[in-house]
């Protein structure tokens, strides 16, 4: 539970409104300050003056010149931001509570007296022209931002970057001018949360605020939007669709149902559009819809990311989904109800934990409401809601006018929006860039999913993100493995069966990676028919080439990790596990054996070929120290013995109903046995496997020898 805080309203002597959240229990203290400065303010024709003016506030003030400048916030502990918004130009710092009244003076001078200087003037301009410029490499981005300028009115439909025709326009005297302008109470808002000391900071303000006087430009807005499709042609291999519908404002008593509605769309990999668009058809890389609401509007925004041959019905099933949920055959049902109504929760309390996320809120809530609500108010909010409730609001909620825009070799057809082309014609294949494919280790279920799971599969999400900005068509898998003799110990510890046990840590684990965002494209579970089918089938194929055959082992059995080490390596660490010092335990077993020895020679020829094959070189010289001692032939099965549960939860030796299959050799199989398809072939095999070094002897060794006998 988020701590209780209280959030109070004091308004200074010069008019500006100051909210503050006390949060006990923490150290640091954040300040909002939102300015009357945004792109909607910008005059006709100098599109890019908010950017700029954010831009040049972090180039000195009074008498501290920029370096100075950077210099005393850094000697205070203070990190700062600004950032042009619709309605605002925003100015945050974040520092420790116990410095937060000697820092104002730095930060009001930021504000009433920036240097604004015209040696300052081009380099700032010159950072933001590369930020508009930068649209041109990334689509995704270009593409959002042409829906929602097609989709909002003038001129609250204006890039946070501006143009280049309007920062061509600008001057440094228009600059230094217009900010006087937009420095004033009037429309300002300052909030601070965190370890704050109201009376202390009240204080101090008045002082520092003396003589600080003025109103902020007016904004008029249009009567209306073009709206429609449009679209950007482009000789690319991937096409980019956004699609922009009208939804509650946040003064609206349907907000907060439309936020729900919103996680049932889009709120991680449980949810609709990701179920329908990526994983039933396996259309696109990328799909998600987003609410977002001001105090007379809102508006969702929904994205997808796919190639030229899947475009068309990429946009068919996501149109189809955001206007199903409106019927009676699509209405939320109870599982998905709780999902969304948790998830929102979680990232409520998540964010209760940051400052500076608290601050903005806050000072967010006061601009659209002329209030801000707690933590505890909005929690309530969502406790309120009923299934019921927000099924009866879909009844009625309509999306409006649709804006849609695509950016890809050849125009899309949208029925009911004009501009669309007929469709007809052909549709250029995806280009000649490799396929990236790449995968964590999967997960046991034995327990429930740790900050350490997360940790890697981030890795492998900023992998896939990365591939797939620079044009590759990405495959990005995770999930879990399920066979572990310690998934049985553990469900009988709970009064389980095995699968009941397993089923609910995958879904633990489903639901972190969701809350996660990570945008894999699909998730495995080893006690899937579909793994299980190849598994049996592999190991046929390794049995007729003569790589597996049965015989008796003898060795050092680690429970933990169920898997036999070396007579050495049981000696060199006196008998215990290696990995978690548990006792070893001697045994001897009728197993089925991999003949790993008869690939030693061509496993290490191929490491010594291929320096990147391990990473980082510490490992890969560990792997070879150990390959050059000598590969034995590895037991991949254990008999079943029918007093032992242990001993049958598993995928059956084929040919052999008296054998199972080893955990770890199902496990690897995963990696193959989802891209073994028609459509996923060409992913094969993976350009990276992301392991933990306890893993690296079956990843670095055993894996690619077992490839080896099936190439």
């Not at 910008?42 to 599109?47: F, K, M, N, R, Y």
Request: proline share 5%; charged share 25%; net charge negative.
């Amino acid at each position: 539970p988020c701590p209780m805080s209280e959030i109070s309203l004091h308004t200074l002597e010069c008019g500006l409104p100051t909210l503050f959240e006390r949060i006990p229990g923490v150290r640091s203290a954040a300040m909002c300050w939102l300015l009357p400065a945004g792109t909607a303010c910008e005059p006709e024709g100098l599109q890019g003056l908010a950017p700029m003016h954010a831009e040049m506030l972090a180039r000195g003030a009074g008498n501290l010149d920029s370096r100075a400048q950077a210099d005393a916030y850094d000697a205070l502990g203070i990190s700062r931001g600004f950032s042009a918004q619709t309605w605002n130009l925003s100015f945050t710092t974040v520092l420790t509570g116990a410095r937060l009244v000697e820092s104002l003076p730095l930060m009001v001078a930021n504000v009433r007296e920036p240097r604004m200087s015209a040696d300052s003037f081009e380099p700032a301009r010159a950072l933001c022209v590369q930020a508009v410029q930068s649209l041109d490499d990334d689509p995704g981005e270009r593409v959002m931002v042409t829906a929602r300028g097609a989709h909002a009115p003038a001129p609250i439909n204006r890039p946070s970057m501006g143009t280049l025709e309007g920062l061509a326009s600008l001057d440094p005297g228009v600059v230094a001018e217009t900010w006087r302008e937009r420095a004033v109470p009037g429309g300002s808002i300052l909030a601070f949360a965190g370890d704050v000391d109201e009376k202390a900071i009240v204080g101090k303000l008045n002082g520092l605020l003396a003589g600080f006087a003025g109103e902020g430009p007016g904004v008029s807005i249009a009567d209306d939007a073009p709206r429609g499709y449009h679209h950007e042609a482009g000789d690319t291999n991937q096409v980019h669709i956004a699609v922009v519908h009208d939804s509650p404002a946040e003064t609206s008593e349907d907000a907060f149902r439309e936020r729900l509605v919103s996680a049932v769309l889009s709120g991680g990999m449980s949810s609709r559009l990701f179920t329908e668009v990526r994983e039933k058809r396996s259309l696109c890389y990328s799909v998600y819809a987003s609410y977002g609401a001001e105090a007379a509007y809102g508006r969702t925004v929904a994205y997808v990311g796919t190639t030229p041959e899947r475009a068309q019905e990429s946009l068919d099933v996501l149109v189809d989904q955001l206007e199903r949920i409106n019927s009676p055959e699509g209405a939320i049902t109870r599982e998905e109800f709780d999902r969304a109504a948790i998830g929102m929760k979680s990232r409520l309390v998540m964010s209760g934990e940051s400052t500076s996320a608290r601050a903005g809120a806050i000072a967010r809530d006061f601009r659209k409401l002329g209030r801000a609500r707690s933590l505890e108010e909005l929690t309530g909010a969502i406790d309120a809601l009923t299934l019921d409730e927000v099924n009866a609001y879909l009844a009625r909620r309509r999306l409006g006018t649709l804006t849609v825009c695509t950016i890809g070799p050849s125009e899309l057809s949208m029925p009911g929006v004009p501009g669309g082309a007929d469709g007809g014609g052909g549709v250029p294949t995806i280009g000649r860039m490799t396929p990236y494919y790449v995968t964590t280790p999967i997960y046991y279920v034995n327990d429930a999913p740790h900050i350490g799971h997360c940790y890697t599969t981030l890795l492998a999400d900023v992998l896939a993100r990365f591939h797939r900005l620079a044009g590759r068509d990405v495959f990005f898998l995770t999930g879990t493995d399920e066979h572990a003799e310690k998934v049985v110990t553990s469900a009988e510890q709970r009064g389980l069966t095995p699968i009941e046990w397993a089923d609910r840590n995958a879904d633990a684990f489903r639901e972190a990676f969701g809350l996660m965002g990570f945008s894999n494209d699909d998730f495995i579970r080893t006690t899937e028919d579909r793994h299980k089918e190849k598994v049996t089938a592999y190991i046929a194929e390794l049995q007729e080439r003569g790589d597996v055959e049965l015989g008796e082992y003898e060795g050092w059995w680690d429970p933990s990790q169920e898997e036999y080490v070396t007579e050495n390596e049981a000696r060199e660490h006196e008998f215990k596990s290696p990995v978690t010092g548990k006792d070893l335990v001697k045994r001897t077993e009728h197993n089925y054996f991999f003949r790993l020895s008869k690939y030693a020679d061509r496993l290490q020829a191929h490491i010594e070929a291929n320096p990147g094959f391990i990473l980082p070189e510490s490992r890969r010289n560990e792997v070879l120290g150990r390959i050059k001692q000598g590969l034995r032939d590895v037991p991949i099965s254990r008999a079943i013995d029918e007093a032992d549960p242990s001993s049958t939860w598993g995928i059956r030796m084929p040919g052999d109903e008296g054998h199972r299959v080893y955990v770890w050799i199902d496990a690897l199989f995963n990696y193959l046995s989802v891209v073994d398809t028609g459509d996923r072939g060409k992913y094969w095999p993976a350009q990276a496997h992301l392991i933990a070094k306890d893993i690296l002897w079956f990843h670095a060794v055993i894996w690619p020898c077992m490839l080896m006998a099936l190439d």
